[in-house]
């Protein structure tokens, strides 16, 4: 069993910036892919970011130049930093982590930003 455990959201202006983070503790051999989702009222889930185990990164359009992806790998810790927010960035994140044939999914974290 792997766990997920978010922090970092906030209500911000938009403009301003936060950095999310997200543990994972459990039986974990190796985590193969780190990614985060966001689901804003109303909206389906979509991928916001991803990272693999070698460090490649992919991101939605409109994120790109503003959110960026890292991963500490002796921590098993994914962290988004969101610059430049806006108001359409308002969503509850979610980390969700790909060990193995198994995915697992942290209980999300609300972002709120303000115009």
């Known amino acids: 069993q792997v766990r997920l455990v978010e922090s970092g959201g906030g209500l911000v202006q938009a403009g301003g910036s936060l950095r999310l983070s997200c543990a994972a503790s459990g039986t974990i051999f190796r985590i193969n892919a780190l990614d985060w989702y966001r689901q804003a009222p109303g909206k389906q889930r979509e991928l916001v970011a991803g990272i693999t185990s070698g460090g490649l990164t992919n991101y939605v359009d409109s994120v790109k130049g503003r959110f960026t992806i890292s991963r500490d790998n002796a921590k098993n810790t994914v962290y988004l930093q969101m610059n430049s927010l806006k108001p359409e960035d308002t969503a509850v994140y979610y980390c969700?982590?790909?060990?193995?044939?198994?995915?697992?999914w942290g209980q999300g974290t609300q972002v709120t930003v303000s115009s």
């Open positions: 969700r982590a790909v060990v193995g044939l198994n995915t697992y």
